[in-house]
């Protein structure tokens, strides 16, 4: 199985910060890397597919980087929607896809 | 924009089989992959299984042994059927479209609101 794990585990910033999160997998997957934003009692919501591409609609506040084992999710100013919980996943495997542990991102 | 939701019983008895179905609002069914995925408090995020309208399925290797992906692309719906069910498959059961393919790039977008489901007696 491919492993994500993602740093940190919960993030205070607050409003206007930049802030990035980590995900980091157990073996190289290129940019088979998708990033999703979820808020409580609600679904998970794509942010970000394929390493670096931004879902219609998405703020381009949002961005995605990195290939091989390292990912980052930036938000280069944090709004006030925005404080949630984020997941990476990977799709390298096509025999059983993977998420993250999750990043609580909580006001500071 | 489609739209998915889930339907079926929240409380399960141990052993017992959990069924839920997903509907999909547009006839998008046919040409798309679609899947389960439930997350827990103990196991966060864990996809369970995918299945395309030619009959296609695929399996978290964890659960093979007692799932089951079934799609009615008449009804525009897909379940899932998970047997001998205990304590651990109490979770909330999401139903999402895949894009992109399963060789390829793929991704969950977008995913129904989610249906709690506790394993007790």
């Known amino acids: 199985d491919i492993q994500m794990t993602q740093s940190p585990s919960s993030l205070s910033a607050s409003v206007g910060d930049r802030v990035t999160i980590t995900c980091r997998a157990s073996?190289?997957?290129?940019?088979?890397v998708n990033w999703y934003q979820q808020k409580p009692g609600r679904a998970p919501n794509l942010l970000i597919f394929a390493g670096s591409s931004l879902r219609s609609g998405v703020p381009i506040r949002f961005s995605g980087f990195g290939s091989g084992t390292d990912f980052n999710l930036t938000i280069s100013s944090v709004e006030p929607e925005d404080f949630a919980t984020y997941y990476c996943?990977?799709?390298?495997?096509?025999?059983?896809?993977?998420f993250g542990q999750g990043t609580k991102l909580e006001m500071k | 924009q489609v739209q998915l939701q889930e339907s079926g019983p929240g409380l399960v008895k141990p052993s017992e089989t959990l069924s839920l179905t997903c509907s999909v609002s547009d006839d998008s069914i046919s040409s798309y992959y679609w899947s389960w995925i439930r997350q827990s408090p103990g196991k966060g995020l864990e996809w369970i299984a995918y299945i395309y309208a030619t009959g296609t399925t695929n399996y978290n290797p964890s659960l093979r042994s007692r799932v089951t992906i079934s799609m009615d692309t008449s009804k525009k719906q897909f379940s899932l059927k998970l047997r001998s069910v205990s304590a651990g498959d109490t979770a909330v059961y999401y139903c999402?479209?895949?894009?992109?393919?399963?060789?390829?790039?793929?991704?969950?977008?977008?995913w129904g609101q989610g249906i709690q489901v506790i394993v007790s007696s």
């Open positions: 073996q190289g997957i290129g940019t088979y």
């Open positions: 999402a479209r895949m894009e992109g393919a399963p060789a390829g790039y793929s991704w969950f977008d977008p």
């Open positions: 996943q990977q799709s390298h495997s096509t025999v059983l896809f993977t």
